[in-house]
């Protein structure tokens, strides 16, 4: 699927940068195709307008921010956060052409991060009960440049046939037959569970709080449509690990890898870098396996070569539903 030729991909809300980032003066994103600037406006607020002033099309990524506001760094032409200009500091006398304006986005911020839809979106940002809890401390994990489609990373996140294939230098059990997975289909995504055995290689065993040689994980998976996975690990010791993986479409062929955990243990029981470290093991593996993949893959599961295993059923089911999805809004080609 081509991302940026299905325009209902643009009615989504998407977390591009971390609001950190933007401390220190505006920053360039491309999200979808579309070049963007962030900023943080009046109140702390985040705001995501084009990355081009329509004077004389300089990238205001490249300017600053005063009083709320984005200064172009060429002539100082400056925008408000619905993208109006608000001064054109050589032009004294006569008022601001009402043309003199950039588009703007939907943008807000959730779980430390900058969100962006670029139209209307279809549903909100969704809810992670462990955010705000006090029985859970955020670890951010990852901000990276995967040369993927989010649709592949979607799909793996969800297939534990690759656990003894693309794992096996971390946790992937040996025998490769995985337990029975159970799901349930939603309106805008889907919900899996499954019990499975792995092995507990070293690097793993102070973050899954157990030294045996082998274990089990009860993972919970939730997809929401269409690029984004929550996925709830309980470990043996009771401990409970929810990892939120996104893949932020930049273009067709690449995603900003967006992931941040949850834990339910503190610092002083296990140190975030050592469960940063275990996770960065875990995610170079599918990172090296996935950016061999195609990001154009045909996604009409009715064209597809498939076995329709327990393992695959929950990629089919996404590509079913962004087929649908594709379909209900009227594009007229779909991709891939
Ligand atoms: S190009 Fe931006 S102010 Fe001139
Ligand atoms: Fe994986």
Redesign the pocket.
Known sequence: MLVTRQKVLRRFWYPVMPMAMLEDGPKPFTLLGEAIVLFKGAEGKPVALADR?C????RLSRGFVEDGNIV?G????TYDCTGRCVRIPQNTDAAIPANAKVPAYHCESRYGYAWVALEDPLMPIFELTEAGDPGYRQIDQFYEVWNCAGLRLMENSFDMAHLSFTHKGTFGPKNHVPRKMTMDVSDWGLETYVETPVTNPAIARSVVGSDAEETVRIMRGTWFLPFSRRLAISYPNGVRHTIITNATPIDDGSSMVVQWCYRSDSEDEVPAKDIIAFDRAVTNEDKYILESTDYDACIDTTRRVEFHMDSDRPGLVMREKLLKLLRAHGEDEVHG
Not at 55 to 58: D, E, K, S, V
Not at 74 to 77: E, N
């Open positions: 002033c004077h004389r099309t300089a172009c060429y002539h100082g032409w």
